[in-house]
Nanobody, 124 residues
Framework: QVPLQESGPVLVKPSQTLSLTCTVS??????????WNWIRQPPGKGLEWIGY???????YYSPSLKSRTSISRDTSKKQFTLQLSSVTPEDTAVYYC????????????????WGQGTQVTVSS
């Protein structure tokens, strides 16, 4: 099984809401010290962190995307979901879900697992 797997539409129209789901295998998404992230990479650019949902269920978003972003989870399905509203062509990117591993002092240790990424294109 792939530890993390993204799924969702590959084409979204401008002004609509992009919705992606990450399905986690092999571990509970409520496991202590695991934070579940969304990260994207626009064409020709570097990685951009979008936000996370923590082991507790709390969320934190990039300030630049906060007004348009929502991350939620379904613990029974071991899934977490990204919703990005009012998309524009600038939101075209490969979207990744990733697990961030924290120490018991809540220092980031590493991104311990990544999905393969899914290309999302925003176009009419």
């Amino acid at each position: 099984q792939v530890p993390l797997q993204e799924s969702g539409p590959v084409l979204v129209k401008p002004s609509q809401t992009l919705s992606l789901t990450c399905t986690v295998s092999g571990v509970s998404i409520t496991t202590n010290y695991y934070y579940w992230n969304w990260i994207r990479q626009p064409p020709g650019k570097g990685l951009e962190w979008i936000g996370y949902i923590a082991d507790s269920g709390s969320t934190y978003y990039s300030p630049s995307l906060k007004s348009r972003t929502s991350i939620s989870r379904d613990t029974s399905k071991k899934q977490f979901t990204l919703q990005l509203s009012s998309v524009t062509p600038e939101d075209t990117a490969v979207y990744y879900c990733a697990r961030a591993d924290y120490s018991d002092s809540y220092y980031l240790v590493a991104f311990g697992s990544w999905g393969q990424g899914t290309q999302v294109t925003v176009s009419s």
